[in-house]
C-alpha cells in the first residue's frame, strides 16, 4: 500500500470519528484541518528543535577550535625557544 492510500485512509478515519462524536454531541472539533494544522505546527517546533541543536553543536565546536588553537599557540611559544636551543646544540656538534 503506497503512502498516499495510507494517508487517504487514515484521514478518511478521522473524518469518520469526528463526525460519530458530533452526532453524539461530544465535540465537532475534531476533523482533518485541526489535524493537519496539528501536525504543521508540530513540525514547525520540532524544526525548531533541531536548529536550535545544530546551532549549540556549532558554537561547541567553534569554542573547541579556538581552544585548540590556544593550545597549540600556547605550546609554540613555550617549546619555541627550547627548539631554538636544541637546533643550536646540534648546529655545534
Known sequence: MNTKKLM????????????????????????????????????????GEWDSLQAKADRRRVQLDQFSQLIESRAGALLGPVRNRLDRLRTSQ
Not at 454531541?25 to 489535524?35: A, E, M, S, V
Request: hydrophobic content about 40%; aromatic content about 4%; proline content about 0%.
Open 8 to 47: 487517504n485512509l487514515a484521514l478518511e478515519s478521522v473524518d469518520s470519528l469526528g463526525f460519530q462524536l458530533d452526532q453524539m454531541g461530544i465535540t465537532n472539533r475534531l476533523n482533518r484541518h485541526n489535524l493537519a494544522a496539528f501536525l504543521m505546527t508540530e513540525q514547525k517546533r520540532l524544526e
